[in-house]
């Protein structure tokens, strides 16, 4: 049986470049992947971006009303009729933005359709709090893989800390805030509770 794997970290942990390799060693012995992203991660377009500077395009994007299970079975179809290869393998980048119905269509995609599905992301957000597709990720998954990266202090990083220049924030919307210049860092349980007095959660 196939199964839905979970591969998750902070952020600059190497998810991308981690799926993007996933990819080659697939490539490398003849076997076909697609690859997906949800269309609410709009950095490269349909890019994959892994911050070594390896890029590839997605198969497709997923709208946050698609079908992952159809969409999926309609571009298996096209690749097994154009080339006469089957799919080996979905790879889906940024997956905490599925919706937590698009996770089960991935628990089917791997059971029913006997596809494996391998799924990277983070867990929470900058509020320390779980995006609703890797919260279900960490309920349905056959396998849930750890991947690593390091806090400015040495310790191991957990939670992803937003700026706005030189300023940490804690409030706003989940996914971005329009108009800011926003950027993600990578920080253990110490430093983060540092930068922000104390409080997890939404304050």
Not at 4 to 32: C, H, I, P, W
Not at 151 to 175: H, L, M, P, S, T
Request: include cysteine; charged fraction near 25%; glycine fraction near 8%.
């Amino acid at each position: 049986m196939a199964k839905l794997y979970f591969r998750f970290g902070a952020m600059n942990s190497g998810k991308s470049t981690a799926m993007l390799q996933a990819a080659y060693n697939y490539d490398e012995r003849g076997q076909t992947v697609l690859i997906a992203k949800p269309s609410i991660d709009t950095k490269g377009d349909r890019r994959i971006v892994s911050r070594l500077g390896v890029t590839r395009d997605a198969d497709f994007l997923i709208g946050p009303d698609t079908s992952l299970r159809e969409e999926f079975a309609a571009l298996r179809r096209r690749e097994l009729e154009s080339s006469g290869h089957d799919v080996s393998c979905l790879l889906i980048d940024e997956a905490q933005f599925l919706t937590p119905a698009q996770v089960d269509d991935a628990l089917r995609i791997a059971i029913l359709d006997s596809v494996p599905v391998m799924a990277y992301g983070i867990r929470s957000d900058f509020q320390t709090e779980g995006f609703p597709g890797s919260i279900r990720l960490l309920e349905v998954a056959h396998s849930l893989e750890e991947l690593k990266t390091i806090c400015r202090c040495g310790r191991k990083a957990i939670f992803n800390a937003r700026r706005i220049g030189d300023r940490y924030v804690f409030d706003g919307a989940q996914v971005a805030i329009d108009g800011e210049d926003v950027t993600y860092e990578s920080l253990c349980g110490a430093c983060y509770l540092e930068e922000s007095n104390g409080v997890l959660g939404r304050v």
